[in-house]
């Protein structure tokens, strides 16, 4: 026992019982033990002690608040849905280690945090106030303290967490309603983070169907904008197809008053207009055998339901309004009309084909392909086959020599009216009508034709494990899934992509929709999952600067203007194509500066065509012409064309072929005596003119027999034979030939002007002798010489002129002259001498070997552009 007795007065009797140490309550709340007392009549042994009766004492042990309470968790959590009153979310509870009633007891519980809607009972329950908003607030952090009966409150707060949970609703949760694609990304995944709720209902399937909405991009997808001549190339469609709405241009202008969209070479017909192909475009007999082919956006219209409206129709120009052929809409029917001339059996045969579909009348675009191989025709509707309804036969048209007007938009009404006018107008769009006389097209080239360059698309098809169904529809705009495992769907929609092949694509939004359906187990009603309405935003590409260069100046002798191959016109044309970024460095965007834009490399893309027109007076067919070899062409996605207005190369290939061929046109001139020079422009195009060139344009001098003699003459003055080898060589061989025989450019840039300052002065001493005589004799050089002569800035007479009388005595000086500054320039004299030496040695060579016709060929190599050169 933690006490002792001591003996205070021994004679009275009176002693005190104290504690030996500190008496903790938390160890013991109360002691029990028995207390005796001895006299002091002992022995001397220490025996016969008289002894008291035994006491029991018992002592209680008063507690001392000495102990703050302590929760037992260090943190509280809790869920909670919104919009619900709980009457007890959850409950805190402390502790004290104080050993009596009044200071152990935890007597109240308070809430520190103000302004929370929560409250807190004297048993630690916690409760909300009023409803709670997910929307509003996602959890709530409160601080909770706690106190005994003593009013001694909890040595630390403790944190308690609620999270507020939406009402549960059947969805799919964590996708983007904006999805972003940059040109060029390749395949993106539309939705990598979903995940499908289901409230823990008892689903047994779930049939996903993911919709990509692009009707209202140009012809109901993103398509190759191209020419339908070069898509139908580029599809490997046999040649021979007559594009009939082309877009607007010289030679072809009867499309320029029709309304267009110029992206997409779309027209739109308002029932106003109509256009007249001109005649020869197409042939007048189509044979039993062909294809018409069209883009079609069209809806029905109020009023007009009795009226029919012309795509397509041949009829008589004048005196009579017989339709030969013709492809019209009627209540929402396509209708093809064929009626055979008598010429052929007069029978009654087929003549009017119907097709009813919806998609006529749906105002959506629609690719159909009509192939006639008489008396079957059949339809094509984006790559589905149909077959006529209804097919109607008539008589043949009686024989006439009345010549026939095809147009579109509009039938042509020659004959039973005051005045010829347009009837049966179409209301709606079209795009790439083309007509194939003798041919019909294929299953796969149709399928080609009509095919989107974006969808929907899968990444990993392997990965979508065995319990998920898929189907895409041909254009893979929609993609249907079906599974019966609530994961495996969520994976297999994570792998759903968003993919556009075009290197331009158009810029703008595509909706995508995304429906379900959820099938329950045992249960007639099952959860309603809402829609996915997103779209992905297709960024604007960055625009490609298409840039033609080379040399834009030369002159020749008449003598290859005249001779069996011509001149070539653009030996070193270029074709480059670049993008322009902007680029936002972190140092300069610091500073405060503008973007600073950064031209990128060369960037390659295809083109669809290039022309070469003829500016000032077209061609005249009977004494000149532009040329081409088609073998030129083979190998290539390239086709030409040839006018008097010009050249034109049209097909979708890359920039190196289109420059391949250029550099193998040829003008030919074989009457040159009339034609002084000739002046050509350039433009190249992709998309069908969306991208377009600079125009680059040529001017071409013809040198006529003095000219070209003396020219001749000139220039075997100034050039050397080193120069003459050196110019063909790669650039490091250039450079050391330079170093060791070639005169300096200030040199050569000398003479020449000495050259042309002698040509000035023969021209005014020739004037001053025509003044007294009018005839001459012309010049029989017959030396050809295919160097190029740039003389913008000098003009020259083209008249017959006489003969030099000392033409090496002009050699000799000119050679003089440049030894002279050969000296003046080189480092050291022992140079300079190798270099007369060497000079002197190849000009005795060319003397000698004036007739050879390896040298004349050498010669006739070079061309000389002096276009840079000041005089």
């Known amino acids: 026992m933690p006490f002792e007795a001591v003996v205070l007065n021994k004679t009275s009797g009176e002693g005190r019982l104290r504690a030996k140490n500190p008496i903790d309550c938390e160890l013991q709340k109360e002691y029990t033990f028995i207390i005796q007392a001895y006299d002091c009549g002992s022995g001397p042994s220490g025996t016969n002690w008289k002894k008291s009766h035994k006491a029991v004492v018992h002592i209680q042990v008063k507690d001392v608040n000495e102990f703050s309470p302590a929760f037992k968790e260090s943190v509280y959590k809790a869920t909670v849905t919104e919009g619900k009153i709980y009457d007890s979310i959850l409950q805190v509870e402390a502790m004290d280690e104080d050993c009596s009633p009044q200071y152990s007891q935890i007597c109240n519980y308070e809430i520190v945090t103000t302004d929370v809607p929560f409250a807190i009972d004297r048993n630690g329950n916690i409760r909300n106030t009023e409803k709670l908003n997910y929307d509003k607030q996602h959890q709530y952090e409160i601080m909770v303290t706690a106190f005994d009966c003593g009013q001694k409150h909890a040595r630390e707060d403790v944190l308690v967490r609620v999270n507020v949970k939406p009402v549960c609703k059947p969805g799919w949760q964590d996708w983007n309603k904006r999805i972003e694609y940059k040109p060029g990304s390749g395949s993106i995944p539309l939705f990598p983070s979903i995940h499908l709720e289901t409230c823990d209902g008892p689903v047994s399937s779930i049939h996903a169907t993911i919709e990509l909405q692009t009707n209202y991009i140009g012809k109901g997808c993103d398509r190759e904008t191209y020419s339908e001549k070069s898509l139908q190339k580029l599809c490997g469609a046999s040649s021979g197809a007559i594009d009939l709405l082309p877009s607007p241009s010289a030679t072809?202008?009867?499309?320029?008053?029709?309304?267009?969209?110029?992206?997409?070479?779309?027209?739109?017909?308002?029932?106003?207009?109509?256009?007249?192909?001109?005649?020869?475009?197409?042939?007048?007999?189509?044979?039993?055998?062909?294809?018409?082919?069209?883009?079609?956006?069209?809806?029905?219209?109020?009023?007009?339901?009795?009226?029919?409206?012309?795509?397509?129709?041949?009829?008589?120009?004048?005196?009579?309004?017989?339709?030969?052929?013709?492809?019209?809409?009627?209540?929402?029917?396509?209708?093809?009309?064929?009626?055979k001339d008598f010429d052929q059996a007069d029978t009654f045969r087929p003549a009017e084909f119907h097709w009813k579909l919806d998609q006529i009348c749906?105002?959506?675009?629609?690719?159909?392909?009509?192939?006639?191989?008489?008396?079957?025709?059949?339809?094509?509707?984006?790559?589905?086959?149909?077959?006529?309804?209804?097919?109607?036969?008539?008589?043949?048209?009686?024989?006439?020599?009345?010549?026939?007007?095809?147009?579109?938009?509009?039938?042509?009404?020659?004959?039973?009216?005051?005045?010829?006018?347009?009837?049966?107008?179409?209301?709606?769009?079209?795009?790439?009508?083309?007509?194939?006389?003798?041919?019909?097209?294929?299953?796969?080239?149709?399928s080609c034709l009509q095919a989107c360059k974006e969808?929907?698309?899968?990444?990993?098809?392997?990965?979508?494990?065995?319990?998920?169904?898929?189907?895409?529809?041909?254009?893979?705009?929609?993609?249907?899934?079906?599974?019966?495992?609530?994961?495996?769907?969520?994976?297999?929609?994570?792998?759903?992509?968003?993919?556009?092949?075009?290197?331009?694509?158009?810029?703008?939004?595509?909706?995508?929709?995304?429906?379900?359906?959820?099938?329950?187990?045992?249960?007639?009603?099952?959860?309603?999952?809402?829609?996915?309405?997103?779209?992905?935003?297709?960024?604007?590409?960055?625009?490609?600067?298409?840039?033609?260069?080379?040399?834009?100046?030369?002159?020749?002798?008449?003598?290859?203007?005249?001779?069996?191959?011509?001149?070539?016109?653009?030996?070193?044309?270029?074709?480059?194509?670049?993008?322009?970024?902007?680029?936002?460095?972190?140092?300069?965007?610091?500073?405060?500066?503008?973007?600073?834009?950064?031209?990128?490399?060369?960037?390659?893309?295809?083109?669809?065509?290039?022309?070469?027109?003829?500016?000032?007076?077209?061609?005249?067919?009977?004494?000149?012409?532009?040329?081409?070899?088609?073998?030129?062409?083979?190998?290539?996605?390239?086709?030409?064309?040839?006018?008097?207005?010009?050249?034109?190369?049209?097909?979708?290939?890359?920039?190196?072929?289109?420059?391949?061929?250029?550099?193998?046109?040829?003008?030919?001139?074989?009457?040159?005596?009339?034609?002084?020079?000739?002046?050509?422009?350039?433009?190249?195009?992709?998309?069908?003119?969306?991208?377009?060139?600079?125009?680059?344009?040529?001017?071409v001098n013809i040198l006529h027999s003095s000219n070209a003699n003396f020219m001749d003459h000139v220039n075997h003055m100034i050039v050397q034979p080193q120069f003459l080898q050196s110019v063909h060589h790669p650039e490091g061989r250039i450079s050391a030939v330079h170093n060791s025989v070639v005169p300096s450019v200030a040199t050569i840039v000398i003479v020449i002007c000495v050259s042309i300052l002698i040509l000035i002065i023969a021209l005014g001493i020739y004037r001053i002798r025509t003044a007294h005589q009018h005839s001459s004799t012309d010049n029989d050089g017959s030396k050809e010489n295919e160097m190029d002569w740039d003389d913008s800035a000098l003009t020259i007479t083209v008249n017959p002129m006489e003969k030099y009388e000392k033409p090496h005595q002009a050699e000799e000086e000119s050679a003089e002259e440049e030894d002279i500054e050969d000296e003046e320039e080189d480092t050291t004299s022992a140079e300079s001498d190798e270099s007369e030496e060497e000079e002197e040695e190849e000009e005795e060579e060319m003397i000698a070997q004036k007739g050879d016709k390896q040298n004349s060929t050498r010669q006739e190599q070079l061309e000389w552009d002096d276009s840079t050169l000041p005089y």
């Open 252 to 339: 072809t202008n009867w499309t320029a008053g029709l309304l267009m969209d110029n992206n997409d070479i779309i027209f739109k017909f308002d029932g106003k207009q109509g256009a007249k192909i001109p005649d020869g475009i197409v042939p007048k007999n189509l044979t039993d055998q062909f294809t018409i082919t069209l883009w079609m956006k069209h809806g029905p219209s109020p009023g007009l339901r009795a009226e029919k409206e012309t795509i397509l129709c041949n009829s008589d120009k004048t005196e009579m309004n017989r339709h030969h052929y013709a492809l019209y809409v009627h209540n929402c029917r396509l209708v093809f009309l064929l009626r």
């Open 362 to 446: 749906d105002k959506e675009w629609h690719y159909y392909v009509v192939n006639v191989e008489f008396p079957v025709v059949t339809l094509y509707m984006d790559g589905t086959t149909y077959e006529p309804y209804l097919v109607t036969n008539d008589w043949p048209i009686h024989p006439s020599h009345i010549a026939m007007q095809l147009t579109i938009g509009a039938c042509w009404q020659g004959g039973e009216v005051t005045k010829p006018r347009f009837a049966q107008y179409f209301h709606g769009s079209l795009a790439s009508l083309t007509i194939r006389p003798g041919k019909i097209e294929s299953q796969k080239v149709i």
């Open 455 to 699: 969808g929907l698309d899968i990444n990993s098809l392997e990965s979508l494990g065995q319990g998920i169904k898929y189907h895409f529809n041909p254009s893979q705009s929609v993609l249907v899934m079906e599974g019966d495992d609530i994961e495996n769907i969520n994976q297999a929609l994570r792998k759903v992509s968003y993919i556009n092949s075009r290197q331009f694509p158009t810029a703008g939004i595509r909706r995508l929709k995304v429906s379900s359906t959820v099938q329950c187990f045992g249960e007639d009603t099952c959860i309603s999952i809402p829609d996915i309405d997103a779209y992905v935003m297709v960024f604007q590409a960055n625009e490609p600067k298409i840039t033609i260069s080379g040399m834009d100046h030369f002159a020749r002798p008449a003598a290859q203007f005249e001779s069996e191959r011509g001149v070539i016109l653009l030996p070193d044309i270029r074709i480059v194509s670049t993008v322009t970024k902007t680029e936002h460095p972190v140092e300069f965007k610091e500073n405060g500066g503008a973007n600073k834009p950064v031209v990128l490399e060369e960037v390659l893309h295809n083109l669809d065509f290039c022309d070469i027109l003829v500016s000032g007076a077209e061609l005249d067919p009977e004494q000149e012409c532009l040329e081409l070899d088609h073998v030129e062409l083979q190998g290539k996605h390239l086709d030409a064309t040839n006018s008097t207005a010009g050249y034109s190369i049209y097909g979708v290939d890359t920039m190196h072929n289109y420059e391949l061929v250029l550099r193998q046109i040829r003008y030919r001139n074989w009457y040159t005596s009339a034609t002084f020079d000739r002046k050509f422009r350039v433009k190249c195009s992709e998309l069908n003119g969306r991208y377009t060139s600079n125009e680059f344009n040529l001017e």
